[in-house]
C-alpha cells in the first residue's frame, strides 16, 4: 500500500518537475533578454570578486609564485600562528581598533552636531554655501588631503604658528613624527575630510521631522536648546542607530589610505593597521602568504561583525542593509 | 517673535559656521598661495592666504615635464570611460534586476550584494590581476571596478520607482528589453545616472592606489594622483629638505629654482581643481544618490 502511493508521488513528482522545468525554459526563452543583460556581468562578478577569494588557499601554503598550486606546500595556521605571536601585528591590532574607534566616536558626533547646527541656520543662502564648503574634502583624493595635512602641519605650518603665537608651545613640534600623536591626527583628519558629507544623512533624516512639533514646543515655551533636545535629536535617533550598528560593523574597516600617507618611520608604531601590514608584507617584502592570512583574518571578522550587526538592526526593528 | 535667546543662538551658530568655512578651506587656499609665490621664499614660511613674491614659476616648471601631460591624459582617460562604461554597464544589470518577473532577480542581486560584505584582499586580488594579463594595462583602471554593488542598489531602486505602465504599454507596442531599456529607461533615469556617473567619475580621478599596486614601473600609464603620491612621500616630514635647496638655490643665484614644498603645493593643486570646479553644480545630484541609497 505504502509503497504504491510512494511510487504514484514519485511518478507525480517526476511530472511536476519535468514541468517545472519546461516553465523554466520556456520563461528563458521568454526573458533571453534580460540573461543577455546579466549574464556576462554575472560571469565578471564571479571572476573579479568571488575568484580571488579562492587565492585564501595560500594563507595556508609558504606560497611560491613561481610553481603550480599542487606543488605548493601546505603548512596549515603557521601564517595565522605566527600572527598573533607577533609583537608587531599585535600592534597592528591595537591601531586598527584604536583608529576605528576614534573615527567611530569623532565622525558621529561631529556629523550630528554639525547637521543640528545647519538646521537651525535660518538664511537659506547662508546655509546651502555651508553646505557646499562642508562638502568640499570629500571630493578630494586622501593623496590631496594627505599633502593638505602635512603642509598644516609642517614645521612651518599653520598649527605651529598658531600654538607659538598663543604661546601654547614654545619650539615648534613635528607633529607627523611624533606617533602618539597619529590616532588624534587621523581622527581629526577624517572628520574634516568627512563631516560635511555624513551630515546629509542626519539632515535628510531631520527634514522629515513634523515641523508642527517644533510649533507646539514654541507655544508651550520650549526654548531652542530644549526644541533641539527634545525634537531634532529624537527625530533622528532611528538612523543615528542603524549607522552606528552598521559602523561597528565596519570597525576593523579602518581604511588604508591616509594611515599609509600619512605614515612615516617615526609613527609607524600607532600608524600602521591590519591594511598598510598587508601592504607592506605583501607587495614590498614579497611575503604573499603572511599578508593574505592578515587580510583572510580581517575579513572573515569583518563578515561576522557585518551580519551580526545588521541581524541586530533588524531585531531592533530598523531594517537592515539588504 | 524673537527672543534674545534666539538672537544669541543665532549669532553663536553662525560664528560656528564661519569659523568651520575657515577650517574647510584654509588648507586649501594656503596651498594655491604657496603654489604662486616664489618657491625660494616660501621657505621662510609666513605664507597664509596670498603670495608675498607672486610667480607663475611653479606652474611651467609643472607643467614643463613631459610626465605631467601624460599623467592629465590618463587621468581624464580613466575618468571619461570608466564612467561612460560603468555606467553603462550598471544600468543595464539594474534594470534586468529591477524587473518583477525576471527569474533570476533574486540570485543576481544577492550575487552582487554579496561583494559588499567581503573581497578576496590584496594579494589575491593582485594574483589574479597579473594571471589575467592585465598588469601594465589600461584596462586594470577599468574592469575590476566596473559595477559596484552600492551604485547598482541606488539605480535599480530608481527604475523600480518608475511608474510600471510605461512598461506595459511599452511591451504591448512590441517592444522588447533592449529598446525599452534604451528607448524609455535610459532617457527617464537621467538624474540617477548623472549621481552613478559622478560617483565613478570622481572615484576614478581620486584613484591611485591601483596605479601603485600594477602599474607602478609604467610611466605611461600613470596618473595625476600617483604623482602627487610620489612627491608626497619623497618629501620628508622636516623642512631640512626645503632649506637645503632653497640655499642652494641663493647660493647659485638661479631665481627660477623649484623646492618640493612648492612643487607639491602646487601638484596639489593642479590634481584637485577639475574637482573643485565640477562638484558645486552636480552636490544635488551626490545628495540625491547619498540619500537614496542610504533609504534602501
Known amino acids: 500500500m505504502a509503497s504504491e502511493s510512494n511510487s504514484v508521488s514519485s511518478t507525480l513528482n517526476k511530472e511536476k518537475q519535468e514541468k517545472a522545468m519546461k516553465v523554466f525554459f520556456r520563461k528563458c526563452k521568454e526573458q533571453q533578454a534580460l540573461l543577455w543583460m546579466t549574464v556576462p556581468f554575472v560571469i565578471w562578478v564571479f571572476v573579479f570578486k568571488y575568484l580571488p577569494v579562492w587565492g585564501w588557499t595560500m594563507a595556508f601554503q609558504d606560497y611560491k609564485p613561481a610553481i603550480s598550486f599542487s606543488e605548493q606546500e601546505w603548512v596549515g595556521f603557521k601564517h595565522f600562528l605566527f600572527l598573533f605571536t607577533d609583537e608587531r601585528f599585535l600592534g597592528v591590532l591595537r591601531n586598527t581598533l584604536a583608529q576605528s574607534l576614534i573615527n567611530l566616536v569623532l565622525g558621529f558626533i561631529t556629523a550630528i552636531t554639525l547637521a543640528v547646527l545647519i538646521n537651525e541656520l535660518s538664511n537659506m543662502k547662508f546655509k546651502r554655501t555651508v553646505q557646499t564648503i562642508s562638502y568640499l574634502p570629500h571630493f578630494l583624493s586622501w593623496v590631496v588631503a594627505a599633502a593638505l595635512v602635512s603642509s598644516v602641519l609642517s614645521i612651518d605650518g599653520i598649527v605651529n604658528d598658531i600654538l607659538m603665537g598663543l604661546g601654547l608651545i614654545d619650539k615648534e613640534i613635528l607633529w607627523l613624527g611624533v606617533g602618539e600623536y597619529f590616532w588624534g591626527i587621523l581622527g581629526a583628519s577624517e572628520v574634516w575630510k568627512n563631516v560635511g558629507w555624513n551630515a546629509i544623512i542626519y539632515l535628510a533624516a531631520i527634514s522629515m521631522i513634523d515641523q508642527e512639533q517644533y510649533e507646539a514646543a514654541k507655544i508651550d515655551g520650549a526654548s531652542r536648546i530644549q526644541r533641539i533636545i527634545h525634537i531634532t535629536i529624537p527625530g533622528m535617533k532611528s538612523v543615528i542607530v542603524v549607522l552606528l550598528i552598521m559602523n561597528i560593523g565596519y570597525i576593523l574597516e579602518a581604511g588604508f589610505e591616509p594611515q599609509y600617507l600619512l605614515g612615516n618611520g617615526q609613527n609607524v608604531e600607532y600608524s600602521e593597521n591590519i591594511d598598510v601590514f598587508v601592504i607592506k608584507y605583501g607587495i614590498s617584502m614579497f611575503n604573499f602568504s603572511l599578508a593574505t592570512a592578515a587580510g583572510m583574518f580581517k575579513t572573515v571578522i569583518s563578515i561576522v561583525f557585518l551580519f551580526a550587526a545588521n541581524s541586530l538592526s533588524k531585531k531592533l526593528g530598523q531594517g537592515g542593509l539588504y | ?296
Open chain 2, 1 to 296: 517673535m524673537r527672543t534674545k535667546e534666539d538672537k544669541i543662538f543665532d549669532t553663536v551658530n553662525i560664528v560656528f559656521m564661519v569659523i568651520l568655512c575657515v577650517f574647510m578651506l584654509y588648507p586649501f587656499l594656503n596651498q594655491i598661495a604657496i603654489s604662486l609665490n616664489d618657491a625660494t621664499d616660501s621657505v621662510k614660511g609666513g605664507i597664509y592666504l596670498w603670495p608675498r613674491e607672486f610667480t607663475w614659476n611653479n606652474y611651467e616648471h609643472v607643467f614643463e615635464k613631459a610626465a605631467i601631460w601624460q599623467a592629465i591624459l590618463t587621468s581624464v582617460l580613466r575618468t571619461v570611460i570608466g564612467a561612460g562604461v560603468g555606467l553603462l554597464c550598471t544600468a543595464m544589470v539594474a534594470y534586468a534586476i529591477a524587473q518583477p518577473k525576471f527569474i533570476f532577480k533574486k540570485s543576481v542581486t544577492i550575487i552582487f550584494i554579496m561583494t559588499m560584505y567581503f573581497n578576496g584582499g590584496l594579494i589575491p586580488t593582485f594574483l589574479l590581476m597579473r594571471d589575467l594579463h592585465l598588469i601594465g594595462s589600461f584596462w586594470v583602471y577599468i574592469l575590476p571596478t566596473l559595477i559596484s554593488a552600492f551604485n547598482l542598489i541606488i539605480m535599480r531602486s530608481f527604475i523600480e520607482g518608475l511608474p510600471n505602465s510605461i512598461f506595459e504599454s511599452a511591451r504591448i507596442d512590441g517592444a522588447g528589453d533592449f529598446r525599452i531599456f534604451f528607448k524609455i529607461v535610459l532617457p527617464l533615469s537621467l538624474p540617477v545616472l548623472a549621481t552613478v556617473a559622478l560617483f565613478v567619475a570622481v572615484y576614478q580621478w581620486n584613484q591611485w592606489f591601483d596605479v601603485f599596486l600594477y602599474n607602478s614601473s609604467n610611466p605611461n600609464l600613470t596618473t595625476l594622483q600617483y604623482e602627487l603620491m610620489k612627491i608626497l612621500q619623497n618629501s620628508s616630514t622636516t623642512s631640512s629638505g626645503d632649506m637645503a635647496s632653497a640655499f642652494a638655490n641663493s647660493a647659485s643665484g638661479d631665481s627660477n629654482m623649484v623646492t618640493p614644498k612648492s612643487i607639491q603645493a602646487t601638484m596639489t593643486i593642479v590634481a584637485s581643481v577639475p574637482i573643485i570646479m565640477v562638484y558645486p553644480f552636480l552636490q544635488k545630484y551626490f545628495v540625491k544618490g547619498m540619500t537614496l541609497g542610504a533609504v534602501k
